[in-house]
T-cell receptor, first 112, second 115 residues
Framework: DVKVTQSSRYLVKRTGEKVFLECVQD?????MFWYRQDPGLGLRLIYF???????EKGDIPEGYSVSREKKERFSLILESASTNQTSMYLC???????????FGPGTRLTVT | AQKITQTQPGMFVQEKEAVTLDCTYD???????LFWYKQPSSGEMIFLIY????DQQNATEGRYSLNFQKARKSANLVISASQLGDSAMYFC????????????WGLGTSLAVNP
């Protein structure tokens, strides 16, 4: 079974803090994704990566950056957290772009 | 532009009955794929079923089947013999053609299964 893990289920941070969200997959998938999910807005893609050190902006990259130094790990970085980044963050991976994405359990981030 | 529409914000079904969750899509690409995901209250998105635009038969996976009507651009999810554990949010998503790694997501349908 594919396993995607995220470093925290719940996280509370203060405005202005640098926040790291980690995601690890164990199936040697090429593609990895970071989404945020907000009520009424559905899933919105922040960034994705199709190879080590390769990344592409999604629909809402502003205020975020990513890092993929190893194939199995994809990190989402909030350089200076703001209250409007309070959300559920979901990481996903897929074998190739044509295959289904497998998701981690999500991180519910609250920025106060 | 590609778009997914799920018109039912909430649905109710009695345990052991079948339920259909609607999904319509809009795309000009001849090659595309459609996915359904389930999100229980725990938050994890679970892949259910996939339908390719060139697949001749409707996809089935256990109690899940996809009613794919290409001319109508609809890809409805049918859950047979509903169980209490089927209560969740259900999302329809579409992958475009070519080198398009993004999925286009609908806003979801909340399904409640009544005992």
């Amino acid at each position: 079974d594919v396993k995607v893990t995220q470093s925290s289920r719940y996280l509370v941070k203060r405005t202005g803090e640098k926040v790291f969200l980690e995601c690890v997959q164990d199936m040697d998938h090429e593609n990895m994704f970071w989404y945020r999910q907000d009520p009424g807005l559905g899933l919105r893609l922040i960034y994705f990566s199709y190879d080590v050190k390769m990344k592409e902006k999604g629909d809402i990259p502003e205020g975020y950056s990513v890092s993929r130094e190893k194939k199995e790990r994809f990190s989402l970085i909030l350089e200076s957290a703001s209250t409007n980044q309070t959300s559920m963050y979901l990481c996903a991976s897929s074998w190739t772009e044509t295959y289904e994405q497998y998701f981690g359990p999500g991180t519910r981030l609250t920025v106060t | 532009a590609q778009k997914i529409t799920q018109t039912q914000p909430g649905m109710f079904v009695q345990e052991k009955e079948a339920v259909t969750l609607d999904c319509t899509y809009d795309t000009s690409d001849p090659s595309y794929g459609l996915f359904w995901y389930k999100q229980p209250s725990s938050g994890e998105m679970i892949f259910l079923i996939y339908q390719g635009s060139y697949d001749q038969q409707n996809a089935t996976e256990g109690r899940y089947s996809l009613n794919f009507q290409k001319a109508r651009k609809s890809a409805n999810l049918v859950i047979s013999a509903s169980q209490l554990g089927d209560s969740a949010m259900y999302f329809c998503a579409m992958r475009g053609a070519g080198n398009n790694r993004k999925l286009i997501w609908g806003l979801g349908t909340s399904l409640a299964v009544n005992p």
